[in-house]
């Protein structure tokens, strides 16, 4: 670093810087994204505007941002809580697809004929369940043995969709599938109900705002809220207070997952209506999640909007490959941009940079 | 403000003082934190041949002054001149290049390297990769001339604190340094190594060095220096020769207020035996044992201090009496219980409160506000909680009257711990640890590194404790304080206790000897 540089570390953080530097790094973030605009011979002012308007300008465009921000506001919210734990849960994306398989096996084979308020309320129990188990793996493990969670949960991700494929390809394959690696189509009972005219499977949507809600009240309000603040904070000073630190990951653990479970239950009861290819049913929200709770910095309120703003992004990747001709991954490249400066930000959230002339003459000002 | 003295000393004779041999000048400097002002317009003339002391609290600009000197912050406004020109120093490089060294409270060096190394590393004449066989014969000389005792070979990481202190003091004289600057020198010294150390100190100085000693200790400040500056609050509080002022009223400089000599032992009506601990044995870290077969026993109403330097088996025993860690062998009673491997939590709620030794990595969780760390351990009582809330107002409520009580400095409860000071998060851990009415304290180094007022209120409170029938289980690298306050002494090395006394019949040489491993 340059020497006429200087960091100063901030005196208080408050949530203006929070939020200004947050932004800063989106805007810097799509500032990065349009060298490779032009690199394409793309104006990316025009791309942008493409973007925003085809995500958030229609009714229409709207609806498909909702969509996306189902289950990414799902897995967030959970992931809020074991990151706050200082966990590290990088499978949300197989605990999802596990929810769907629970959903998938539930509607078919389990409760084929059931009434729908049977059906929706078990598929959700069980896909949570489902969610909810495979974290618990990654979960003890880190709590009784302190085996690097990252590791686990990233690797489970992959076990899951080859459990997904199997089923696909093989036993739960449709008999009216014409031999395409699909299940039947669920029973009309154990398809989610739909805001008329739309796409958007409210159930799951009440789910997330209400998970997001209940998630603030947990770590502000409660006991268990309060263990988690300690042992993310610093886990030594809360094994001296007593707080138990397998319980605080374990517990963390088996409730993201089940939030993402949940995510599960809804992309194959809402909207697919059958299990798919894997990665058409998990889409990246698991990975894309972890986006979203860092843009949000870790609070569940503030996650329903970056869900929507993600999930924007997304739609308006969908419309500018049509539009432009780009290519989607553009979006994935979007991601890790915002992703890396977020992460970069960091360090100007409890610094501030200043240019020593600068700061003299800020002071003599101040004072 | 005392009457300001300028002094000159008959201590070094050789050097005549004056004008024309003024070392270094500071003048005016300011330096501001955002809303804090560390230095307010401070000036301070250092002349070769002296010791000058730089008194003050925490938090009294000291370090932030001598940091300014050696290049680390820059000053908002104020001059420096060195041998009577006008300098702008940018960095420790600067510093140095005008003969200016710092060494400092925690040692800069790198571990896996040897001390020849990290001297060479240091040097700019011999370039980073000079052979370390160049400068051996230097290091050798510079030892021998000052009386230290230094094998150039050896790595960092198999010396002692005292050791590396040498070596820092040895890269800074290797690098010609004609102003020392000792940044808290003593804090981690035994007695008989800050001896040697303020020899060396005084043999530099009689050659013509100018050494500025950092300190908070009016003790030291009066027995090294020949002359001291004071300062408060940013300010120079006054400078004075030392046999000019008593320790009485150079606290009162130091302090704005009247020292309150509160801290005295009273005598013991100790009944019941709270703490038991029978032939125990600790694994440290490594998997080595650290605890080799200690027992003794803490009484209702005694301060029982176990002596010893760091790293004899002191942090095992006390994370196993208080639940931290497994015991290998032996047992730990608490009023006639075995608590032998129980949970620190259900230890805490049984009565036993810890002060742990790292106050900001075990202590506290610094990004939890002051209020919830007051709770740390009471936020699931039921006083403050329902079954599966924590009535947050009802914290607040409380951590404001015990903001109070125990005086601690914050703004409000509502701030996250870290922006305390060192002796107020202190202040915060003792107001937690006695919030839950103990009936046994484990307290580890309480008053490390604090300044006078905050360790005062810290053994006051201690020996309040003590006289409500409180057991108190001290470990201690601070002998003197030890005495001062302890109804028993023991000595603890290598794993072993060495020695149980009753304060009165110890004796500080024959401890001291014992610490180290002589007898």
Redesign the interface.
Same mark, same amino acid.
């Given at each position: 670093m340059p020497s006429w540089i200087k960091l100063v570390r901030r005196a208080d953080v408050t949530r203006t810087t929070v939020i200004a530097v947050t932004a800063a790094s989106f805007i810097f973030a799509f500032l990065l994204a349009s060298i490779i605009f032009f690199w394409q011979g793309i104006n990316p002012v025009a791309a942008y505007h493409d973007i925003f308007i085809s995500a958030f300008g229609s009714l229409r465009g709207l609806y498909f941002t909702t969509l996306k921000a189902i289950p990414l506001l799902l897995c967030a919210v959970g992931l809020i809580l074991v990151f706050k734990a200082n966990v590290w849960n990088i499978g949300a994306e197989g605990q999802l697809l596990l929810g769907a398989v629970a959903a998938g096996w539930v509607a078919l084979y389990a409760l084929p004929n059931a009434p729908s308020f049977v059906v929706i309320p078990v598929m959700f129990i069980l896909g949570a369940v489902a969610g909810a188990a495979w974290a618990a793996i990654p979960g003890f493990l880190k709590g009784k043995f302190n085996v690097n969670e990252i590791i686990v949960t990233l690797m489970m991700n992959y076990i899951a969709y080859k459990i997904v494929e199997y089923l696909i390809y093989g036993p739960w394959r449709g008999a009216g599938s014409w031999g395409y690696p699909i299940t039947d189509e669920f029973p009309e009972t154990a398809q989610l109900p739909l805001i008329p005219g739309t796409s958007i499977h409210y159930p799951t949507l009440v789910l997330a705002i209400l998970s997001s809600l209940a998630m603030y009240f947990l770590l502000s309000r409660t006991k268990f809220g309060f263990e988690v603040k300690a042992v993310g904070y610093n886990v030594e000073a809360a094994r001296y207070a007593g707080i138990s630190f397998f319980k605080v990951c374990f517990v963390t653990m088996l409730i993201s997952g089940a939030l993402a479970g949940i995510a599960g239950v809804g992309e194959v009861a809402g909207l697919h209506h059958r299990l798919i290819y894997p990665w058409s049913i998990s889409s990246g929200y698991g990975f894309s999640a972890i986006i979203v709770a860092w843009l949000a910095r870790l609070h569940p309120i503030a996650a329903i909007f970056m869900s929507f703003l993600l999930g924007g992004l997304f739609v308006g990747g969908y419309a500018i490959q049509v539009s432009m001709g780009l290519s989607y991954s553009v979006i994935h490249l979007f991601n890790g941009l915002i992703l890396i400066c977020l992460i970069a930000s960091e360090i100007l959230l409890n610094y501030q940079i200043v240019l020593p002339r600068g700061e003299l003459k800020w002071q003599r000002l101040k004072s | 403000m005392l009457k300001l003295k300028l002094i000159e000393k008959e201590k070094s004779p050789k050097i005549e003082i004056g004008k024309a041999r003024l070392l270094v000048e500071m003048r005016n400097i300011v330096k =501001? #934190? !955002? @809303?804090?002002v560390a230095n307010d317009g401070i000036s301070l003339s250092i002349y070769p041949g002296q010791i000058h002391a730089l008194l003050g609290e925490n938090g009294a600009g000291k370090s932030t002054l001598m940091n300014i000197l050696y290049g680390v912050y820059?000053p *908002?406004e104020g001059e420096i001149y060195v041998s009577g020109r006008k300098v702008s120093i =940018? /960095?420790p490089k600067d510093a140095m290049r005008l003969g200016i060294g710092m060494v400092h409270q925690h040692p800069r060096l790198v571990e896996a390297l040897s001390v020849a190394e990290n001297i060479s590393l240091s040097l700019t004449d011999v370039g980073v990769f000079a052979s370390p066989r160049v400068i051996k014969p230097r290091i050798m000389e510079l030892a021998r001339k000052y009386g230290m005792k230094v094998n150039p070979d050896a790595k960092i990481w198999q010396l002692s604190y005292s050791e590396r202190q040498r070596v820092e003091l040895l890269r800074v004289l290797m690098q010609n340094a004609k102003v020392l600057i000792l940044d808290e020198p003593t804090t981690m010294l035994t007695s008989s190594e800050k001896k040697e150390l303020f020899s060396m100190l005084r043999k530099m100085a009689s050659e013509g060095k100018a050494v500025i000693f950092i300190t908070h200790k009016l003790e030291e400040a009066l027995s090294v220096s020949d002359i001291i500056t004071v300062l408060r609050k940013g300010r120079v509080a006054a400078q004075v020769a030392p046999e000019e002022v008593t320790v009485e009223e150079l606290a009162r400089l130091m302090l704005g207020y009247e020292m309150i000599s509160t801290v005295k032992r009273e005598p013991h009506r100790y009944d019941g035996v709270v703490l038991k601990v029978e032939n125990l044995h600790v694994l440290g870290d490594a998997g080595v044992p650290m605890v080799k077969g200690v027992s003794f026993e803490v009484r209702q109403g005694e301060i029982f201090t176990i002596c010893g330097v760091a790293g004899n088996g002191q942090r095992e025993l006390v994370e196993a009496i %208080? $639940?931290?860690r497994k015991v290998a062998r032996g047992k730990v009673f608490f009023l006639g219980r075995d608590v032998t491997n129980t /949970?620190? @939590?259900?230890?805490? *709620?049984m009565g036993v409160a &810890?002060i742990?030794e *790292?106050r900001i990595?075990? $202590?506290?969780?610094? *990004?939890?506000s002051v209020a919830?760390n007051l709770a740390? =351990?009471k !936020? @699931?009582s039921p006083e403050f /909680?329902t079954r #599966? %809330?924590?009535m !947050?107002d009802k914290i607040y409520e409380w951590a404001r009257s015990l903001i109070k009580q125990y005086s601690i400095i914050a703004p409000s409860e509502k701030?996250p711990a870290k &922006?305390l000071s060192g002796g107020n998060i202190q202040r915060l851990i003792l107001a937690r640890e006695f919030s839950g009415e103990p009936r046994l304290m484990v307290a580890v180094n309480p008053t490390y590194g604090l300044d006078v007022a905050a360790t005062n209120f810290i053994l006051s409170k201690l020996l309040e404790a003590k006289k409500r029938g409180v057991a108190v289980l001290m470990i201690s690298e601070d002998l003197e304080q030890a005495l001062k306050v302890s109804d028993k002494i023991a000595v603890m090395y290598e794993g072993q206790l060495k020695g149980i006394f009753p304060v009165e019949e110890a004796d500080i040489r024959e401890i001291e000897l014992m610490m180290v491993g002589v007898k």
């Open positions: - | =501001k #934190f !955002y @809303r804090v820059r *908002d =940018k /960095s %208080t $639940g931290l /949970s620190p @939590r259900l230890l805490a *709620d &810890h742990p *790292d990595h075990v $202590g506290i969780v610094p *990004d939890m919830e740390l =351990k !936020y @699931r /909680s #599966f %809330t924590v !947050y701030i &922006h």
